[in-house]
Structure formats: C-alpha cells, structure tokens
C-alpha cells in the first residue's frame, strides 16, 4: 500500500503562513487531495488533485506538488483554521489517507 | 443541493454483520462513485471500497473478503455489507461521492455513523 507521511502536529500564530507536508511512499502522480476535519465533524475537501481548490474553500488554502512530495499552504492563517489536515492519494489501489497533521493556534 | 446521509446499528457483535445504508440526494448515483470511509474513534480514515458510476466496485484488500457494498439507484441508496466483525471495525463509517472530474477525491462526505462492536 501506498504510505502517507505527514508531520504529527504544527503550532502557528494568526497571520502566519504554514505549510503542511504529505510525502508518499511511491509516486501518485498529481492524485493528491487534501482534506480539513474538525472534531466532531466529517472530512471536508480543500484541495483536489494536488493543486486545485474545491469548491467554496478560501483561497487562503492552496496546494502543491507532483510525485511523491506535496504541501498544502494556508496564507494566512485564521483562527477557524484549528483542525487536523488529512492527505490521500487516488492514484494507486487501495487509495490511502495520511495520518493526518493537527494543526494549532498559538 | 448535494446531500449524503449514513444509516445503520450502533452497537453490533462480535461475528455479527454490519449492514449500513447511504442515502444520498442532489446527484445521481449513475454518474458518481459513492466510497466508504472508516474512521476509528481518535484515528485517522480508511478507505474500504467503492461503487462506480457503472455498478461496478472496488475494494480494499484488507477488507475484501468480508465486505460487500451495492446500491439501489431507484431509491438513490447505497449499502454496505461486512461479515465477521471485530472489535477493531469499531469507528465512524463515512460515505462519500467521489467524482472522475475531482481525480476521484471525495468531495462531499455524510455526518457519518458511529458503529460499535462489542460484547
């Protein structure tokens, strides 16, 4: 399978820039996509296909990357950003779901 | 406007099998996926399976064996089926449309269901 790396656990001040990273285990092409979850909520989508942003998502959230490397960028970051920030790749069966980064406000 | 809605038993056990169903509005399920997704409690998601646009599915090879999952486009339904459980099925199970255009990313997901599996 397919293994997704992301980084456990980032803390960041309002205003700021952050990069979250999900780095594959084998190429998936650009079917890389991005998902923000609250708790107590579902998975919501922000960024499909490693660089395009779904619909009603801010532009504030961006995506990046081709291969086995990919970022997604929050410029700036707001309060309601607090979530834990899953990647997935569609490319290769089974898909699979990074392990997820949870992201903090200082 | 796009809905997805999960259905099912909270509390199941062990050896028993799950049955949930995905009501889904605002689309047709005859031109999108519909996947499920695991979500043990405090963890991260699993992939189980899809069914495709033209009834066919694809399922994780961890799971394959135990699960089935069908639809009824008449009543705009999708179910799932998973035999033999385990305390370790326990989780949130997700549906969510999956769209060819959006490289297969889920892109609207249900509330989800809480399933328990337990003695």
């Known amino acids: 399978d397919t293994v997704l790396t992301q980084s456990p656990a980032l803390a960041v001040s309002p205003g700021e820039r952050v990069s979250i990273s999900c780095r594959a285990s084998e190429g998936v092409n650009s079917y890389m996509h991005w998902y923000q979850q609250k708790p107590g909520q579902q998975p919501k989508l922000l960024i499909y296909?490693?660089?395009n942003l779904a619909s009603g998502v801010p532009a504030r959230f961006s995506g990046s990357g081709s291969g086995t490397d990919f970022t997604l960028t929050i410029d700036p970051v707001e309060a309601d950003d607090t979530a834990t920030y899953f990647c997935?790749?569609?490319?290769?069966?089974?898909?699979?779901f990074g392990a997820g980064t949870k992201l903090e406000l200082k | 406007q796009v809905q997805l809605e999960e259905s099912g038993p909270g509390l199941m056990q062990p050896s028993e099998t799950l049955s949930l169903t995905c009501t889904v509005s605002g689309f047709s399920l005859t031109s999108n996926g519909v996947g499920w997704v695991r979500q043990p409690l405090g963890k991260g998601l699993v992939w189980m399976g899809t069914?495709?646009?033209?009834?066919?599915?694809n399922y994780n090879s961890a799971v394959q064996s135990r699960l089935s999952i069908s639809r009824d486009t008449s009543k705009s339904q999708v179910f799932l089926k998973m035999n033999s459980l385990q305390p370790e099925d326990t989780g949130t199970y997700y549906c969510a449309r999956q769209r060819p255009l959006l490289g297969w990313g889920f892109d609207y997901w249900g509330q989800g269901v809480m399933v328990t599996v337990s003695s």
């Open positions: 997935q790749q569609s490319w290769n069966d089974p898909y699979t």
């Open positions: 296909k490693a660089s």
């Open positions: 069914i495709w646009a033209g009834g066919s599915t």
